[in-house]
């Protein structure tokens, strides 16, 4: 069997307030990119390089929450999923948010941008995945522990990779990430358009991000 489930178990861990600070570093990261300009010259080499390597590694948010979710939508806190991405990491989701993050502030042309926004998510996500880990040893015990010895809590393993010939998935919760996921893509064309109205004059430049 790919997972165990067991009757009895601890409360799940009330996300609440990662969803808030998540919520709050999104509002920052929209202050930073409608009032500052990349050290990088817009339109130059270098600056389409790093754009477009954010792109590359948004885009891959993008499907790997969607790879994620196929193993784990809707049954997150009742079974514990051990195959597919999971069996890399346990926490493919935070992982590939993480690089979603990173991806965003290299769209923006900055390496300083990006590094302090992939950093406040592994911070944020970190922090999660050890509350969501005591639960799930409460609720999983032994089983679980076998799994967190063999797996990465974060940085995924691909030598670990395995997978299960059949697997039942949620398609609302599907719907839901690719939802989710349209807001990392949609940030390609407002970043450009951000570009576009900074070098016609019509948004102040504030300072300069690095």
Known sequence: MAYASLKSAPKAFDQHKRLIVVQVAAVLAVILLLFSKPALAEGSGGHEVVEALGFVMVLACFLGRLWSILF???????????????????????????????????????VLA????????????????????????????????????????????????????????????????????????????????????RLSGDLPTLFTVY
């Open 114 to 197: 990006a590094t302090m926004l992939g950093l406040a998510s592994f911070l944020v996500f970190r922090f999660t995945a050890r509350k969501e880990a005591e639960y799930l040893a409460g609720k999983f015990g032994a089983v679980h522990a076998a799994y967190a010895e063999r797996t990465p809590r974060f940085w995924p393993n691909p030598l670990l990779y395995r997978d299960e010939d059949h697997w039942l998935f949620s398609t609302s919760a599907l719907r839901r990430t690719f939802r989710d996921g349209l807001y990392f893509l949609a940030l390609f064309p407002v970043i450009e358009a951000v570009e576009y109205f």
């Open 72 to 110: 784990v939508g809707g049954r997150k806190n009742d079974e514990l999923v051990v195959c597919g991405p999971f069996s890399m990491t346990q926490n493919p989701l935070y992982f590939f948010s993480t690089v979603g993050a990173a991806g965003i502030g290299l769209m923006f042309g900055s």
